[in-house]
């Protein structure tokens, strides 16, 4: 009997000794220390041998019953410990690695320069409009006093949906559209897209961006215009710029015209920037036409107003030095990064 425990005994350890994982154990231990495992076995042939031998005998199967449990015990534990020493490793954290750099974009080119414009204006008092970009032909032409049959409407050819809807060819229908409003007095800018049937080129696009301007009061005059607008072009490029302001015809304004700046680049000596003049120019601009007040709903002898229009690109190419419009639409990154 005692040989047959040894031989058991040693037997288990030597299982124990060589099991891989949880497992095997648990089968060691089942089929030693289980219901009908061999030690357990052991414990019930005690019955079989003489009385006086039992004690010794019982406390030998018991010894060797502690040593198979705290074997298992104790690779139970190894076998723990080792499957968390390969996690460790494999989820091995190299902190000295180079950090994944967080990519923050930040405004087009476009974007920014309204950004600009609006801050200018609303600084001033001006609120920030918008309107749609399907208009009624009504909008976009006659209220701005552009009857059909008009040349002008020619210059401004775009896309026609029917009739009398078209994409607007410029914000100035927002001008007639807040006049309608009939809250007084106005000081509104209104930015936003416009179309037309133009190929592209470094100049042209079919849709492009505007910025409209209005302002309608009790007394309002030319001082006015060019107060207001000499104001703008100063914070937009710089406190030593000087505006001039060439007559030139809108219908919907009268007189009108169109601002210069002085060159930002050369201050008016003369450079390629500003093709040799020393101006650069960037606004139409203009006293509202007393025929756009009296159809928009206002009585021209008692008010008066001024209008602007800017194109947008206009103002991003001459700030951001960026000498084709193409680039702006172009989403090419390489050249939005620079900015
Ligand atoms: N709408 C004109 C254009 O697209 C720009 C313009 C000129 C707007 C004079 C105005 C203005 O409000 O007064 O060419």
Known sequence: MNEQLKKITEEALSRIASCEDQAGLNEVRVAYLGKK??????????KDIPAEERPAFGQLVNDARSKVEEAIEEAALAIKRRDREKKFREEEIDVTLPAKKLRIGHGHPCQRALDELER??????????????????????????????HPARDEQDTFYITDQILLRSQTSPVQARTMEKGKLPIRMISPGRVFRSDSIDATHSP???????????????????????????KELFGPDTKTRFRPHHFNFTEPSAEMDVSCFKCHG??????????????????????????????????????????GLERIALLKYEIDDMRLLYENDQRFLDQF
Not at 127 to 137: A, D, L, S, T
């Open 207 to 233: 849709s492009f961006y505007q910025v409209e301007g209005l302002a309608v009061d009790k007394y309002i005059t030319m001082t006015d215009l060019k107060g207001t607008l000499t104001e703008f072009a």
């Open 269 to 310: 000596k003369g450079c390629r920037f500003c093709k040799g003049e020393g101006w650069i120019e960037i606004l139409g601009c203009g006293m509202v036409h007393p025929n756009v007040l009296d159809m928009c709903g206002i009585d021209s002898r008692e008010y008066t107003g001024f209008a602007f229009g800017v």
């Open 120 to 149: 200018i204006f609303t600084g001033m008092g001006y609120e920030v409009v918008e309107g749609p970009e399907i208009e009624y032909q009504e909008y976009n032409f006659t209220k701005l006093n552009i009857p059909e049959g």
């Open 37 to 46: 495992g061999e030690i357990t076995q052991l414990m019930k042939s005690m």
